[in-house]
């Protein structure tokens, strides 16, 4: 079964920046990529619906940013370590919240920017924004 976990939230100020990764552990050990599947990073600020951050299709096919990141978030990946990555700059307080990650393994050439598509899900990172 397809576990992810996130790190590399925290607490930073603003106008920082930080790297959050999602990996599947023993995923590559039973044979499998995250490579094959579109992945989906998510953030759920307080008291807020969980909102599409960014995507990006099976291997390193299209990607797709939320207007509200665009220019400050990249999402990559390293397949040889079968990681996607979030890149996080210039953060601003409103970029508080719960990250998750997320793969849609049944549409992986497809970039989706909602929830649905996403069948697995991580037990999310927190990042928190604030001098």
């Known amino acids: 079964q397809l576990q992810l976990v996130e790190s590399g939230g925290g607490l930073v100020q603003p106008g920082g920046s930080l790297r959050l990764s999602c990996a599947a552990p023993g995923f590559a050990e039973a044979g499998f990529s995250l490579s094959y599947y579109a992945i989906g990073w998510f953030r759920q600020a307080p008291g807020k619906q969980r909102e599409a951050i960014s995507c990006?299709?099976?291997?390193?096919?299209?990607?797709k940013y939320a207007d509200s990141v665009k220019g400050r978030f990249t999402i990559s990946r390293d397949n040889a370590k079968n990681l996607v990555f979030l890149e996080i700059d210039s953060l601003k307080p409103e970029d508080t919240g719960v990250y998750y990650c997320?793969?849609?393994?049944?549409?992986?050439?497809?970039?989706?920017?909602?929830?649905?598509?996403?069948?697995?899900w991580g037990q999310g990172t927190q990042v928190t924004v604030s001098s």
């Open positions: 997320a793969a849609d393994i049944l549409h992986p050439t497809v970039c989706e920017m909602g929830p649905d598509e996403y069948g697995y």
């Open positions: 990006i299709a099976e291997n390193d096919g299209v990607t």
